[in-house]
């Protein structure tokens, strides 16, 4: 009978102490969550980076749609077919002799850009500004085909929305174009590659922490465009109805931060898009004392066909919070674009240019001016 009480005993007495480590347990769990060390990654944390996707899809969207300009621009029909100042190179010819010679020309042009996006889900937004300059040159053949080639170097400021959290791009982008006139009828492709380096800086309780990253992207543009015009050598009109599709692709590379209080690896993120478009561009040339003046809007629709954005897994290179797992930014499907530009022609050889451009989507708008120079020989 002693025994048995004894046995008892015991087993309480374990029971008793198997609740004291538990209970003892939870607590610790419970202070250490309080201090922020095993809860979740705060989603957030990786704003900036989620804004580089965006950031460098839409720089990607915009070197293609000059690449296709500029095929067009090298064509008989010169700029009419583009938002650079059409229908003054036809106008400044005056014969189809001239249209039909082979000739070469060389552009620069320097760009600013604002954009913001706005609040999707965890992602508060941001601000980006971007500055670069494009070269290129092209030829034209009298046979119809014209190609080119051109580089684009620029740098992107990221300002995420109420966050201590920024960064900036530096973006080297290749591209190359060809177009095939018949008639009224222009063809033209482009393909372009870029790669660049992403600087991101953020800052928790425990001070400035900081990334080094880098990219890669791709992308692809075809175009059908109908030129009319009507008028005389000396003043024309011209509408351009112009439906296209262009392919991008964005690949980030992985990161580790380092500094602060929990510094986060995140994994790497590939963005790939497919949209299509149909617009018109309205145009008037006239000539004044041999001096070719030219002013012209567009305006299109953008929808994006298929869209395809990884999520980011986040983790605390120290340990001290649980990962977690972020959705990219997802475009909304569609889009408005909308430009105006002029241009003066002050010889056969040189002309002058400046361009805006605007875009809309729910939750972004972007505004973008450009100035430029072209010579032909």
């Given at each position: 009978?002693?025994?048995?009480?004894?046995?008892?005993?015991?087993?309480l007495?374990?029971?008793?102490?198997?609740?004291?480590?538990?209970?003892?347990?939870?607590?610790?769990?419970?202070?250490?969550?309080?201090q922020?060390?095993t809860?979740?990654?705060?989603?957030?944390?990786?704003?900036?980076y989620?804004?580089?996707?965006?950031?460098?899809?839409?720089?990607?969207s915009?070197?293609?749609?000059?690449?296709?300009?500029?095929?067009?621009?090298?064509?008989?029909?010169?700029?009419?077919?583009?938002?650079?100042?059409?229908?003054?190179?036809?106008a400044?010819?005056?014969?189809?002799?001239?249209?039909?010679?082979?000739?070469?020309?060389?552009?620069?042009?320097?760009?600013?850009l604002?954009?913001?996006?706005?609040a999707?889900?965890?992602?508060?937004?941001?601000?980006?500004?971007?500055?670069?300059?494009?070269?290129?040159?092209?030829i034209?053949?009298?046979?119809?085909?014209?190609?080119?080639?051109?580089?684009?170097?620029?740098?992107?400021?990221?300002?995420?929305?109420?966050?201590?959290?920024?960064?900036?791009?530096?973006?080297?982008?290749?591209?190359?174009?060809?177009?095939?006139?018949?008639?009224?009828?222009?063809?033209?492709?482009?393909?372009?590659?870029?790669?660049?380096?992403?600087?991101?800086?953020?800052?928790?309780?425990?001070?400035?922490?900081?990334?080094?990253?880098?990219v890669?992207?791709?992308?692809?543009?075809?175009?059908?465009?109908?030129?009319?015009?009507?008028?005389?050598?000396?003043?024309?009109?011209?509408?351009?109805?112009?439906?296209?599709?262009?392919?991008?692709?964005?690949?980030?590379?992985?990161?580790?931060?380092?500094?602060?209080?929990?510094?986060?690896?995140a994994?790497?993120?590939?963005?790939?898009?497919?949209?299509?478009y149909?617009?018109?561009?309205?145009?008037?040339?006239?000539?004044?004392?041999?001096?070719?003046?030219?002013?012209?809007?567009?305006?299109?629709?953008?929808?994006?066909?298929?869209?395809?954005?990884?999520?980011?897994l986040?983790?605390?290179?120290?340990?001290?919070?649980?990962?977690?797992?972020?959705?990219?930014?997802?475009?909304?499907?569609?889009?408005?674009?909308?430009?105006?530009?002029?241009?003066?022609?002050?010889?056969d050889?040189?002309?002058?240019?400046?361009?805006?451009?605007?875009?809309w989507?729910?939750?972004?708008?972007?505004?973008?001016?450009?100035?430029?120079?072209?010579?032909?020989?």
């Amino acid at each position: 009978f002693l025994m048995g009480r004894f046995r008892m005993s015991l087993r309480l007495l374990a029971a008793f102490s198997a609740w004291l480590i538990f209970a003892a347990l939870d607590s610790r769990d419970a202070a250490a969550q309080g201090q922020g060390r095993t809860s979740t990654l705060e989603a957030s944390v990786v704003n900036s980076y989620l804004s580089t996707s965006g950031a460098i899809s839409d720089l990607t969207s915009k070197f293609l749609r000059d690449n296709a300009n500029q095929a067009a621009s090298s064509s008989k029909n010169g700029s009419a077919l583009n938002t650079l100042g059409g229908g003054a190179d036809l106008a400044a010819s005056g014969s189809a002799d001239a249209a039909a010679r082979p000739g070469y020309r060389f552009w620069m042009e320097g760009y600013g850009l604002n954009s913001r996006t706005g609040a999707q889900g965890t992602f508060t937004g941001d601000e980006r500004k971007t500055f670069g300059g494009i070269a290129g040159v092209g030829i034209s053949l009298p046979s119809g085909w014209s190609a080119g080639v051109s580089i684009d170097q620029g740098q992107t400021k990221i300002d995420v929305t109420g966050l201590p959290q920024s960064s900036r791009i530096d973006l080297t982008q290749f591209g190359g174009n060809i177009a095939y006139e018949t008639g009224p009828w222009t063809f033209t492709t482009a393909a372009i590659h870029g790669f660049g380096d992403v600087k991101a800086s953020r800052t928790d309780t425990g001070g400035l922490i900081s990334a080094n990253y880098d990219v890669k992207l791709w992308g692809a543009i075809g175009e059908v465009s109908y030129y009319w015009s009507s008028g005389s050598a000396t003043a024309a009109w011209r509408v351009v109805p112009k439906v296209g599709i262009d392919w991008t692709r964005v690949e980030i590379d992985p990161f580790t931060e380092s500094g602060g209080a929990i510094p986060i690896i995140a994994t790497g993120q590939n963005t790939e898009r497919v949209r299509g478009y149909a617009g018109a561009e309205v145009g008037y040339s006239w000539l004044v004392n041999n001096t070719i003046f030219d002013i012209a809007g567009y305006a299109r629709v953008v929808d994006i066909f298929s869209q395809d954005v990884d999520s980011v897994l986040a983790s605390a290179a120290n340990g001290a919070a649980l990962p977690r797992l972020v959705p990219g930014v997802i475009d909304d499907r569609f889009e408005f674009d909308a430009g105006a530009s002029t241009s003066v022609k002050l010889s056969d050889a040189l002309r002058l240019y400046a361009i805006y451009d605007g875009r809309w989507r729910e939750g972004f708008r972007s505004h973008a001016g450009t100035i430029g120079f072209e010579y032909r020989w």
